[in-house]
Nanobody
């Protein structure tokens, strides 16, 4: 079955960096676009970044230029490099894939940006 496991979250000061990873299994990773979302309590989950099969990327306006999404098809891993972090980036970050018209999510990893 499809499994997504995020890691790499933590607490950092404003301006700091983190690298999130998502280990994927149960599907042919290289054949699917992948996405990162984030969610703050009481708010809807929002799209942060996505990456296509060819490596093409797209970003939310709020993170463009600060975050970088990448994928390692040999390791079935999705990554998100978070730089120049701001307090408003505080959220639970989730990786996502749609397989056969069904959304799959990991358990999420908490990112907290605070001084």
């Amino acid at each position: 079955q499809v499994q997504l496991v995020e890691s790499g979250g933590g607490s950092v000061q404003p301006g700091g960096s983190l690298r999130l990873s998502c280990a994927a299994s149960g599907f042919t990773f290289a054949s699917y676009g992948m996405r990162w979302f984030r969610q703050v309590p009481g708010k809807e989950r929002e799209l942060v970044a996505g990456i296509g099969l060819s490596g093409s990327t797209y970003y939310a306006v709020s993170v463009k230029g600060r975050f970088t999404i990448s994928r390692d098809n040999a390791k079935n891993t999705l990554n998100l490099q978070l730089n120049s972090l701001k307090p408003e980036d505080t959220a639970v970050y989730y990786c996502n894939v749609v397989v056969v018209d069904r959304d799959y999510w990991g358990q999420g990893t908490q990112v907290t940006v605070s001084s």
